[in-house]
């Protein structure tokens, strides 16, 4: 069985400001994907960004990139230049190369960009 | 960019009613949608994955009599929340893609709260 592990429950972050988020996950699979999802006040979940877990480059979008650590089975989204419309849950999610591409979510970090 | 519609946003409903959820891909054919509950302030739960023209393959600890799950089409599925009761209150959000693998990622429709009173 997966399992995925977001520690904080809540951060909060300066406007402009870079804040890193933790995620940790438990797998016996050796080719995998993980995400980084997005739900703002609206409850519509946006794909941040992802990573296929046989590639050692980590991910990059714009502000958003991600520390992937395998062998720890640690996965950390990092939001440089923080907005005020990052604010939202931010929920990391695994997914197994082969069969259903079901998604395993965390629980979740609710992320506050003050301004 | 692809479109996952979800209807009603919000439904109230008396206990023992039936209430269905609309999930429809507007500019895409979803060959696969899933069906997710969030409690407050916890994460997604997947409910079940259902594929055009076949039976939904349900999550352990899921009433398939309770949650009745219709993928008539490529473009739309149904969610029937028979005979709601109280502890059927919750956000449910469907998802869609196009087909079963990584590089067809899920489009997330913008949920349905349900309460029932």
């Known amino acids: 069985a997966q399992t995925v592990t977001q520690s904080q429950p809540e951060m909060s972050v300066q406007e402009a400001e870079t804040v890193t988020l933790s995620c940790t996950y438990d797998t016996s699979e050796n080719n995998y994907y993980l995400f980084w999802y997005k739900q703002p006040p609206s409850r519509q979940m946006i794909l941040v960004i992802r990573q296929e877990a046989y590639k050692q480059q980590n991910a990059t979008e714009n502000r958003f990139s991600v520390n992937f650590q395998k062998a720890a089975k640690s996965f950390s989204l990092k939001i440089s230049d923080s907005q005020l419309g990052d604010t939202a849950m931010y929920f990391c999610?695994?997914?197994?190369?082969?069969?259903?591409?079901?998604?395993?979510f965390g629980t979740g970090t609710r992320l506050t960009v003050i301004p | 960019g692809a479109v996952v519609s979800q209807h009603p946003s919000r439904v109230i409903c008396k206990s023992g009613t039936s209430v269905k959820i609309e999930c429809r891909s507007l500019?895409?054919?979803?060959?696969?949608m899933f069906w997710y509950r969030q409690f407050p302030k916890q994460s997604l739960m997947l409910m079940a994955t259902?594929?055009?023209?076949?039976?939904?393959?349900?999550e352990q600890g899921v009433e398939k009599d309770k949650f009745l799950i219709n993928h008539a089409s490529l473009t739309l599925s149904t969610l029937t929340v028979t005979s709601a009761h109280p502890e059927d209150s919750s956000f449910y959000i469907c998802?869609?893609?196009?087909?079963?693998?990584?590089?067809?990622?899920?489009?997330f429709g913008d949920g349905t709260r349900l309460s029932i009173l």
């Open positions: 500019d895409f054919q979803a060959t696969t």
């Open positions: 998802s869609a893609a196009q087909t079963q693998g990584f590089n067809q990622p899920q489009h």
């Open positions: 999610a695994f997914m197994k190369q082969s069969g259903a591409n079901n998604l395993f």
């Open positions: 259902s594929n055009e023209g076949s039976k939904a393959t349900y």
